[in-house]
């Protein structure tokens, strides 16, 4: 006999989930392409994909590889801007009792406060910032490698927005603690992690990269240990909650990652792979309550036992 749904009730900054397994941005479009694969209404919380001021086209030539356990992509951001999520796309979701995130990115800090100040009042359930843009005005070195522009965006962002802001750490860094650390104090309410590594593909036939962008992110069930690692090392550091992602595949995964520490849990390339992961997550969840005789999936986060 299977337990209460709301055994599985997740809070994450504020934000009231069924569940906490989210679908990640970059790999669930806007959601409702996705509604006809499954029901919108069982999922954690959907994070549309990424969000800037004015519309983007993308990057040219080929945008998608295929690789050793994993895919690479170099998307390049295409989006329709944040002016038609708002007037055409946010209302299209309000069909589905999900909560719903915009993640968001930009050339400057003050592009992102933008983005925040224009979302803040769209009854949204909370904003998701991608660090890993390049900074424009300092040489184009990412936001999300240097602690000081990081906070500097979180600062930003936090002073335009009164809803909960999620800081999404790219694991580019030598030290993700110590990145993990300066978003916390610059008052990012919870943390994701984490984003793409940066990897290549080479045509030994062409002696070309595969990739029209030469390089491009790497994700899938390959970047697991290295996510798992990650997670692990930013909650032992933070007070904030903590969001967990990079190769979910099963809810073994998924449950691996809460015991680490995570409060709740990302599904991204799994999407591609099967549209249906994410309700087949959030059932192994449901079975591991029973099965493990829980009071509820929170009483696994942070339990790993390491000694």
């Known amino acids: 006999m299977s337990k209460p749904k709301h055994m599985l009730q997740t809070e994450v900054a504020g934000i009231r989930m069924k569940n906490p397994v989210m679908a990640a941005s970059g790999t669930f479009g806007f959601g409702v392409e996705y509604r006809e694969f499954l029901d919108l209404n069982q999922i954690g919380a959907i994070v549309v994909k990424g969000i800037t001021l004015k519309p983007r086209a993308g990057n040219c030539g080929r945008r998608i590889a295929e690789t050793p356990a994993g895919i690479l992509n170099a998307i390049g951001l295409e989006n329709p801007g944040v002016e038609a999520l708002i007037d055409d796309i946010l209302p299209t979701l309000r069909d589905f009792d999900v909560p719903v995130l915009v993640n968001i990115s930009g050339n400057t800090v003050e592009e992102y406060g933008e983005l925040a100040k224009r979302l803040d009042k769209t009854g949204i359930a909370g904003i998701e910032i991608n660090i890993s843009c390049p900074n424009v005005k300092e040489g184009g070195i990412a936001f999300g490698t240097n602690g000081d522009s990081a906070a500097a965006v979180v600062k930003t962002v936090k002073a335009n927005t009164a809803l909960p802001v999620i800081t999404k750490l790219s694991p580019n860094v ?134």
């Not at 692990?232 to 967990?244: F, L, N, S, T």
């Not at 998924?254 to 549209?275: H, K, Q, R, W, Y």
Request: aromatic residues 4%.
């Open 174 to 307: 030598t030290d993700i603690v110590a990145m993990a650390l300066a978003v916390e104090a610059a008052g990012s309410d919870a943390i994701s992690l984490i984003n793409t590594l940066v990897g290549m593909a080479v045509d030994i036939h062409s002696w070309r990269p595969v990739l029209g962008n030469v390089v491009g992110g790497l994700s899938g069930p390959a970047v697991k240990p290295v996510a798992l690692r990650m997670v692990w090392q930013v909650c032992q550091a933070v007070k904030i909650p903590v969001i967990g992602m990079g190769g979910i595949m099963t809810a073994e995964d998924a449950i691996e990652f809460m015991l680490a520490g995570a409060s709740a849990v990302m599904v991204g390339t799994a999407n591609f792979v099967d549209p249906q992961t994410i309700e087949k997550v959030v059932t192994g969840l449901e079975e591991y309550v029973v099965e493990r005789d829980l009071s509820c999936i929170q009483d696994v986060v942070g339990k790993l036992k390491v000694n």
